[in-house]
């Protein structure tokens, strides 16, 4: 069924108020051209920098803009919002700066370098709660809070002021633009709850109106492309937690309702996860571009897009808040997209030679184990282990299958996915 709830439309003149307000506290990000992308695609690719805000994501227009229309009797009873993040430390920097005090929910996966950033940019006017599995469950936490409280709760996504602020993205890349003498033909948003891509519609729809908008979702965490299907919000069942910006069960109401409205000029995809990873070590290695997940998922739905040679493409690097300590698993999740990590568990005859049989006519001369861990033995004629293969041509994987079929060792494939990858090579 189709959203039927009446809403006012936002319109351009609002973003423009709403940045006319918050100019004082944030400058406008820079839009950089990015060679590697535009000799890669055919395109002219920008990249709106929204990493190099002070809070490192473009959360901070929204929750400025949105706390500035409390009044001073609402500040006094305090604040209290739920995030995966970087609204937090938006919300965060607003309370330190505007003197009020402030509750703060993220859930529990929220990687400890944003957790740490909220209690700086917060100091003493913060109080940080982890709860929850995801930020769905955070977010209940932090309404009961406000409920009980009569703190004022600050929508991450779904409120006409947090939508507002986000607006104010696109109000500067066409600025930008039209300073460089041309106008936008297709931008591309990351998508978690929908503020961002909401904000931004409501103003290309005013402003720019045959400029395409795509937004690109998670495949863990596809709230939108559920909604469309369903005519509707709906709560996914679960999501994967790694895009942790854009890893939001239901999409907002109020972001799906305009979203809806404004179909004719709106694409949408999903992403996979490594897919995602495989663009923030693009993005790092060539452009020394610190993305988080979320901020490198625009680029990644760059690889989908089909347009016309030369058209003028602007992708949003949402956030930078990215935790050093998950290089690990963004370098295995992208040597696993690109078709170049394997796992299998492979079943050893209890007979000498097996394992130097292994290595010297299965394996390539270019393949390297990264992983090789006996499991317990289920019988005495076989002992099974659990081996992890890096090629160096993902074109190789083919021979490797070949020369496994012909064995008399016993190798199966661990197709990501599945429940024995997951209980045997995500655990490791």
């Not at 993220?106 to 709860?131: A, F, M, N, S, Y």
């Not at 999501?239 to 069960?249: C, E, I, L, T």
């Not at 990873?277 to 997940?293: D, F, K, R, V, W």
């Not at 861990?373 to 282990?385: C, H, M, P, S, V």
Request: net charge negative; charged share 20%; hydrophobic share 40%.
């Amino acid at each position: 069924m189709t959203t039927s709830a009446v809403f006012e439309p936002i319109h351009a003149f609002d973003i423009q108020q709403a940045q006319a307000r918050i100019s004082s506290e944030i400058a406008p990000t820079p839009l950089q051209y990015c060679p590697r992308l535009s000799q890669d695609t055919g395109w002219e690719v920008y990249l709106k920098r929204e990493d190099l805000q002070d809070v490192r994501s473009y959360k901070i227009r929204g929750a400025l803009f949105g706390i500035s229309n409390l009044s001073d009797a609402e500040r006094a009873k305090g604040i209290v919002t739920a995030s995966a993040g970087n609204h937090a430390q938006g919300v965060a920097y607003a309370c330190r700066t505007m003197g009020i005090r402030g509750k703060i929910y993220v859930p529990e996966p929220t990687p400890k370098q944003k957790r740490d950033r909220i209690l700086v940019h917060g100091g003493e006017q913060v109080e940080l709660v982890v709860t929850g599995a995801n930020f769905d469950e955070a977010a209940a936490a932090a309404h009961a809070e406000a409920e009980a409280t009569g703190a004022n709760f600050i929508e991450p996504f779904d409120a006409r002021d947090t939508i507002t602020g986000q607006g104010t993205v696109a109000a500067e890349v066409v600025s930008q633009l039209s300073a460089l003498g041309k106008s936008l033909d297709t931008i591309v948003v990351p998508v978690g709850g929908g503020g961002l891509i909401s904000g931004i519609t409501s103003y290309l729809a005013d402003m720019a109106p045959r400029t395409a908008i795509v937004g690109i979702e998670p495949a863990g965490a596809a709230s939108l492309t559920a909604a469309f299907a369903a005519g509707e919000p709906v709560t996914l069942p679960a999501v994967d937690p790694f895009v942790d910006g854009a890893a939001v069960k239901r999409i907002g109401s109020l972001p799906f309702q305009i979203l809806e409205a404004n179909q004719g000029r709106l694409h949408w995809d999903t992403v996979s996860e490594g897919a995602v990873c495989t663009e923030q070590l693009g993005l790092y290695q060539n452009e020394g571009i610190i993305a988080e997940p979320a901020g490198a998922l625009s680029v990644a739905g760059l690889r989908e897009l089909k347009l016309q040679e030369g058209s003028v493409v602007v992708c949003v690097i949402s956030g930078g808040n990215n935790d050093v300590l998950r290089y690990n698993e963004i370098m295995e999740r992208s040597l696993v997209h690109r078709g170049l990590k394997h796992y299998f568990l492979v079943n050893f005859p209890q007979e000498p030679g097996q394992l130097r049989h292994f290595l010297t006519e299965i394996l390539g001369p270019n393949d390297d184990i990264t992983l090789f861990e006996y499991l317990k033995r289920n019988n005495r004629e076989t002992g099974a282990a659990l081996v992890g293969l890096e090629l160096s041509r993902a074109a190789d994987f083919s021979g490797l299958l070949e020369r496994m079929a012909n064995s008399k060792i016993s190798c199966q494939h661990l197709e990501p996915g599945t429940p024995e990858y997951d209980y045997l090579v995500a655990s490791q």
